[in-house]
């Protein structure tokens, strides 16, 4: 009989074993509870019980002392008490990676083409006719002889200068990137989660700069009431604190931090949700959460502007729909000459990831 016989999904088929399956889960859980593996392992015990996501001959105890042999976790000799190694830190990292590029391949591409030809190191499908100083590797020998068979003909086959083609490659120029995280108390309010895919955000993007892009630098940077920064391995821990918006702190600490960089290429990504609503004066906090402060807002729009003095233009992520909150952020992106985007939650990843990318392209003359 012709036809399609449709069966339950199973997993296996896919090459993956169980513990993989497992632990698939596992690191989708730390993100969620800033690495802590012993309140991710009793969520995992309650999915286990509602999903079975274990059965008879696998259990949670046999993914658990697999995960200790694995070196995924560790334990603690006088205490007793469990923690993930830098095994699973990376792990987490990776994981925040290949989810980020999966929505990236789901989604058209061009909503940020700032590509420029030039000579350098990606090959472009564009080609153009020869101009004097092109070099001898940036001849299309295929698109030049078939150009010259055309124009000549076979018989009396002859290549000529205007039959040359030159194919076009885009120069990926290094680049150093501060990424500045808003982890004041708004990013956990009204009951949506916006700080664990701003961590993702941070651990894909640094996950993939230090595997495919090694000679860029990456620094992160938190702020609250001020501001300070984390190393990447500490990325899965970060979590939101009872603090205000000192942006000024975050922008300040970002170019100190690029001050030391030798890249001719420096920018700054920011994720933020909230208004700026605090500022250090001598040793004293200034806080205004009602509204917009104008000395506030005026420190914030001279360090975009001393920005665009130093070339480093700042990318501002918003995730928020305030009307009020959005002209602020177009005068402070006008200020810096730079960009901004009010990205959703589930498409932050791609849009960081996009900008990322097509910075990283210099045309080169």
Same mark, same amino acid.
């Given at each position: 009989?012709?036809?399609?016989?449709?069966?339950? %999904?199973?997993?296996?088929?896919?090459?993956?074993? /169980? %513990? #993989?399956? +497992?632990?698939?889960?596992?690191m989708?859980?730390?993100?969620?509870?800033?690495?802590?593996?012993?309140?991710?392992?009793n969520?995992m015990?309650?999915?286990?019980?509602?999903?079975?996501?274990?059965?008879?001959?696998y259990?949670?105890?046999?993914f658990?002392?697999e995960?200790?042999?694995?070196?995924?976790?560790?334990?603690?000799?006088?205490?007793?008490?469990?923690?993930?190694?830098?095994?699973?830190?990376?792990?987490?990292?990776k994981?925040?990676?290949?989810?980020?590029?999966?929505?990236?391949?789901?989604t058209?591409?061009?909503?940020?083409?700032? %590509?420029?030809?030039?000579q350098?190191?990606?090959?472009?499908?564009?080609?153009?006719?020869?101009?004097?100083?092109d070099? +001898?590797?940036?001849?299309d020998?295929?698109?030049?002889?078939?150009?010259?068979?055309?124009?000549?003909?076979?018989?009396?086959?002859?290549?000529?200068?205007? #039959?040359?083609?030159? !194919?076009?490659?885009?120069?990926?120029?290094?680049?150093?990137?501060v990424?500045?995280?808003?982890?004041?108390?708004?990013? $956990?309010?009204?009951?949506?989660? !916006?700080?664990?895919?701003?961590?993702k955000? =941070?651990?894909?993007?640094?996950?993939?700069?230090?595997?495919?892009?090694?000679?860029?630098?990456?620094? $992160?940077?938190?702020?609250?009431?001020?501001?300070?920064?984390?190393? $990447?391995?500490?990325?899965?821990?970060?979590?939101?604190?009872?603090?205000?918006?000192?942006?000024? =702190?975050?922008?300040?600490?970002?170019? #100190? +931090?690029?001050?030391?960089?030798?890249n001719?290429?420096?920018?700054?990504?920011?994720?933020?949700?909230?208004?700026?609503t @605090?500022? /250090?004066?001598?040793? !004293?906090?200034?806080?205004?959460?009602?509204?917009?402060?104008?000395?506030?807002?005026?420190? @914030?729009?001279? +360090?975009?502007?001393? @920005?665009k003095?130093?070339?480093?233009?700042?990318?501002?992520?918003? $995730?928020?729909?305030?009307?009020?909150?959005? !002209?602020?952020?177009?005068?402070?992106?006008?200020?810096?000459?730079?960009?901004?985007?009010?990205?959703?939650?589930?498409?932050?990843?791609a849009?960081?990831?996009?900008?990322?990318?097509?910075?990283?392209?210099k045309?080169?003359?």
């Open positions: 009989m012709i036809g399609h016989h449709f069966t339950k %999904f199973d997993p296996n088929r896919e090459g993956k074993s /169980k %513990f #993989d399956q +497992l632990l698939d889960v596992l989708q859980l730390l993100s969620y509870t800033n690495g802590d593996i012993t309140e991710a392992l969520w015990n309650q999915l286990d019980k509602e999903y079975e996501l274990t059965d008879n001959e259990g949670m105890g046999d658990i002392e995960l200790r042999e694995k070196g995924y976790i560790q334990e603690n000799p006088a205490s007793g008490q469990i923690s993930i190694t830098s095994k699973t830190e990376q792990g987490i990292r994981k925040s990676l290949e989810e980020i590029f999966g929505k990236l391949k789901k058209k591409q061009g909503q940020h083409h700032t %590509f420029k030809p030039g350098g190191d990606e090959i472009s499908p564009d080609t153009r006719p020869y101009q004097f100083g070099t +001898l590797e940036q001849i020998f295929t698109t030049s002889i078939l150009n010259a068979q055309i124009n000549h003909g076979i018989d009396s086959f002859s290549m000529q200068e205007d #039959d040359l083609s030159i !194919r076009e490659t885009d120069f990926k120029a290094q680049t150093s990137t990424l500045m995280i808003d982890i004041s108390h708004s990013m $956990i309010l009204y009951g949506e989660d !916006r700080i664990t895919p701003a961590k955000v =941070a651990m894909a993007l640094s996950e993939l700069i230090t595997t495919k892009y090694p000679k860029d630098t990456l620094d $992160i940077v938190v702020f609250g009431n001020d501001a300070w920064p984390v190393e $990447i391995k500490d990325l899965p821990y970060l979590q939101v604190g009872p603090y205000h918006t000192n942006t000024v =702190a975050g922008l300040e600490m970002a170019m #100190d +931090l690029l001050r030391r960089r030798k001719p290429n420096k920018q700054i990504f920011m994720i933020t949700d909230g208004k700026p @605090c500022l /250090k004066v001598g040793k !004293r906090y200034y806080k205004n959460s009602f509204g917009l402060d104008r000395k506030i807002t005026t420190r @914030c729009l001279n +360090l975009a502007a001393q @920005c003095k130093l070339k480093i233009p700042i990318t501002t992520f918003m $995730i928020a729909t305030d009307p009020y909150l959005q !002209r602020f952020v177009q005068e402070f992106t006008e200020t810096n000459n730079g960009k901004a985007f009010f990205a959703s939650l589930d498409k932050l990843g849009f960081i990831f996009k900008d990322f990318e097509s910075g990283r392209r045309t080169v003359y």
